[in-house]
């Protein structure tokens, strides 16, 4: 034992016990857990509808502008080159980027670029 405890004594009577918790007390700890529990399936299932639909904002937002992309490739392929000798250089750099622009456009992912109406 340490120096300054003495030896331990010997043990005290049992004290009664407190009071029983009454009905309304064991009533309001039950509604406060479904209460918690109910709040927490609350947020989890708004938290879930938030996710999936940002999730599906995003998808659309995608779907937006890999349609404009495409169409916007597709016209740029619709332009034809000018007329000139095929031994200008800067001719043969318009066909070149003609069919660069060409596959570019199924190079990205569009099926056939689409035509825009004039």
């Known amino acids: 034992m340490s ?17 029983a918790m009454t009905r309304n007390s064991r009533r ?5 857990f479904f209460f918690s ?13 938030y996710y999936q639909a940002s999730q599906a904002a995003q998808q659309r937002q ?5 349609r404009k992309l495409c169409v ?10 000018p007329a000139g000798s095929p031994s200008d250089p800067s001719r043969s750099y318009l066909d ?7 596959q570019l456009g199924p190079d990205v ?4 670029p689409p035509r825009r109406q004039p």
Not at 3 to 19: M, Q, S, V
């Open 37 to 49: 529990v109910a709040l927490s399936l609350a947020t989890y299932v708004a938290a879930t509808r």
């Open 96 to 102: 070149w980027l003609h069919g660069q622009l060409g």
């Open 72 to 81: 916007t490739l597709g016209s740029l392929h619709d332009r034809k080159p």
């Open 62 to 66: 995608g779907q937006v502008f890999e």
């Open 3 to 19: 120096e300054r405890r003495g030896p331990k004594g010997d043990k005290g009577e049992r004290g009664a016990p407190g009071p």
């Open 28 to 32: 309001a700890v039950v509604f406060l």
């Open 109 to 112: 992912g569009c099926k056939t």
